[in-house]
């Protein structure tokens, strides 16, 4: 195990700087994933830490040895791509012995090596199968094992379940939790899912534009966004506009600029002050569906008028608007069902908790096109 330390690091592409003179420091033994957009610069970042790709300027360290200019195989890193690398023509056995003979393993311990990795992923008794015999995600496992039987200091996952359907692809994210919390090394994950990133990491790094944006755990990043980027990127959000009114420790009073109502919140990180200008972001699965009667016990109540209401699985998703600003909600609950065929009609919502961001003259919500 080891941790990772990146200074000023820059990669350009022509014009383009992927990565924007980024620093980060991955402590030893955590999970990190790096999340963002397609062409954001996350995969390049990664490649730059890992060797794969040269950097521009700046530094790599990786347990305290500055190893930018280091190639890869000198780094003692363990890699798992997209699709399964498996040598197609190695059995099972031969495909993770392949990685210890690689490093030079004594060969008397080659055998109880590859026997604890393939228990590990628990694939024990498929030694023998070649990859024509294997699931994709039986596959990505085997690669798993190679990646992690020369006990790397580092493990490296790029988009390792891009490529596996759904129910594979969940299972999967469970087994790579409980084999980094049975191996303890040290993991950088790149992945666009904010689902695989927010059930996987204990480390969250957002990127945008080839900057890093924001870091925190996922409760942090879902919870507390300090951009209208990571708001948006990060679950199903709706924006309000809003003005501070009153700002206090424990309580920052809005007042919204469409419904005219003053609501209020108990985080206030970045410290704006009143007469601030916001955007009051509100969690999809956040809002609650209130009776009349309920109003008065439930914080953040305003009218919005539905526009449409569709059953999707256990959920009922509605798409509403409070002015002219969009509300989506994602109802739950054995009530749900009643907000369906209510095309139209108002509703009462409790917005529940919200977030603040500072709001910049003439900026237009993702919700408003």
């Known amino acids: 195990m080891a941790n ?16 924007d003179h980024v620093d980060l420091e991955i402590r030893e033994g955590s999970f990190t994933a790096i999340l963002g957009p397609s062409g954001c610069g996350k995969t390049t970042l990664l490649r730059c830490i890992a060797g794969l790709a040269e950097p521009d300027g700046g530094k790599v360290l990786i347990g305290g040895q500055d190893v930018t200019y280091l190639p890869p195989h000198k780094r003692n890193l363990g890699f798992v791509f997209q699709r399964p690398a498996m040598f197609p023509h190695m059995s099972v056995y031969d495909n993770v012995a392949w990685a210890l003979q690689l490093r030079n393993w004594p060969k008397d311990k080659v055998r109880a090596r590859v026997l604890e990795m393939l228990r590990l992923v628990r694939l024990e008794g498929l030694e023998g199968r070649a990859f024509r015999q ?19 200091d580092v493990l490296f996952l790029d988009e390792p379940l891009s490529q596996l359907d759904a129910k594979l692809g969940d299972e999967l994210k469970l087994e790579i939790a409980e084999i980094h919390r049975q191996t303890g090394c040290t993991t950088l994950m790149v992945t666009h899912d904010q689902a695989e ?12 534009l080839g900057k ?10 879902y919870r507390q966004p300090r951009t209208l980027f990571s708001a948006d990127f990060i679950g199903t959000n709706s924006f309000l506009a809003g003005t501070i009114t009153e700002s206090s420790s424990g309580c920052t009073k809005v007042r919204l600029d469409e419904a005219g109502i003053v609501v209020h919140s108990e985080q206030n990180p970045a410290g704006l002050s009143v007469g601030t200008p916001v955007w009051v972001g509100i969690r999809a699965d956040d809002i ?13 109540v305003v009218t919005a008028i539905v526009d449409q209401a569709l059953l999707t699985g256990g959920t009922v998703i509605v798409q509403a608007h409070v002015g002219q600003t969009e509300l989506r909600i994602h109802a739950g609950g054995s009530r749900r069902f009643q907000l369906l065929g209510k095309e139209g009609e108002p509703i009462l919502c409790s917005l529940g908790s919200i977030s603040l961001i500072a709001r910049t003259p003439g900026e237009v919500p993702p919700n408003r096109g």
């Not at 294997?134 to 790397?152: C, D, E, K, T």
């Not at 890093?212 to 990043?221: A, F, K, M, N, T």
């Open 212 to 221: 890093i944006v924001q870091e925190g755990s996922p409760l942090d990043l």
């Open 134 to 152: 294997l699931s994709g995600g039986q596959a990505q496992r085997v690669v798993i094992a190679r990646a992690l039987a020369p006990q790397p």
């Open 288 to 300: 609650d569906v209130l009776d009349e009667e309920q109003r008065a016990r439930y914080p953040n």
């Open 4 to 19: 990772i330390r990146t200074e000023r690091l820059i990669k350009r592409f022509g014009d383009v700087a992927a990565v």
């Open 197 to 208: 990133a927010l059930t996987l990491a204990d480390n969250v790094l957002l990127m945008n």
